[in-house]
């Protein structure tokens, strides 16, 4: 039985949207320029029908091999491989940097004092689904950034410091939850998403359009 469009959780349709812009922009069908403005609308948009409109003249649709390799991209990373359920990280008078591929711990003990430090969980890989970071930051600066398919709660207490939690935190709930606690004393903290879901979907349609002509 075929559902009413205007029935259909809207999330749903403006997904399928995205999916069929992003496979006929892939296959040379729209040039870039429409298919970043038809992405603008398809994501800005809160009405079923106009989300629809904006691919009714498309006919490529999406294909198993699709799906396999946006699941790759969106999906939270998960590895097999197990890392130490406890990382304990310092930094006095220096500076100290978490980024690329690293293997995420169940806990993560942070000391920051007269220093920098920077959490860059974009591309890290997840051993857990609730990862919490105790935070004791004093005269410092601690920036963590997070990918939006991750769920983030900030319970960190401040003293004369500047706290900003900037990520979105609407992520499913099989998504890795990050629960930042503990003290931040005339300090600042800022936690924000590196690279916005519109850009993931940009770079992941021009990966898509390349491996459609290299497979010519």
């Known amino acids: 039985?075929?559902?009413?469009?205007?029935?259909?959780?809207?999330?749903?349709?403006?997904?399928?949207?995205?999916?069929?812009?992003?496979?006929?922009?892939?296959?040379?069908?729209?040039?870039?320029?429409a298919f970043e403005r038809r992405l603008d609308q398809a994501m800005k948009s809160e009405l079923h029908q106009e989300i629809v409109d904006l691919v009714a003249d498309l006919e490529m649709d999406v294909d198993q091999k699709y799906e396999n390799t946006k699941h790759q991209?969106?999906?939270?990373?998960?590895?097999?491989?197990?890392?130490?359920?406890?990382?304990?990280?310092?930094?006095?008078?220096?500076?100290?940097?978490?980024?690329?591929?690293?293997?995420?711990?169940k806990r993560i003990k942070l000391l920051n004092v007269l220093g920098s430090a920077t959490l860059d969980f974009t591309d890290a890989v997840f051993q857990h689904q609730d990862v919490t970071i105790e935070l004791a930051s004093a005269l410092a600066s601690d920036e963590i950034?997070?990918?939006?398919?991750?769920?983030?709660?900030?319970?960190?207490?401040?003293?004369?410091?500047?706290?900003?939690?900037?990520?979105?935190s609407i992520a499913h709930r099989q998504a890795p939850t990050i629960t930042i606690e503990g003290k931040s004393v005339m300090s600042s903290l800022e936690i924000k998403v590196k690279r916005t879901?519109?850009?993931?979907?940009?770079?992941?349609?021009?990966?898509m359009k390349d491996a459609f002509q290299s497979s010519k």
């Open 1 to 33: 039985m075929n559902v009413k469009l205007e029935d259909r959780p809207i999330e749903k349709v403006r997904e399928e949207t995205i999916d069929k812009l992003i496979v006929n922009y892939s296959h040379g069908v729209i040039s870039s320029d």
């Open 73 to 105: 991209q969106f999906a939270p990373n998960y590895g097999g491989t197990l890392a130490d359920e406890e990382l304990k990280l310092r930094s006095v008078l220096g500076s100290l940097e978490r980024s690329g591929q690293w293997l995420v711990p």
């Open 145 to 168: 950034f997070v990918p939006e398919n991750v769920n983030v709660i900030c319970k960190t207490f401040g003293i004369v410091s500047s706290i900003e939690n900037k990520a979105p």
């Open 197 to 207: 879901i519109k850009e993931k979907f940009l770079a992941f349609a021009e990966q």
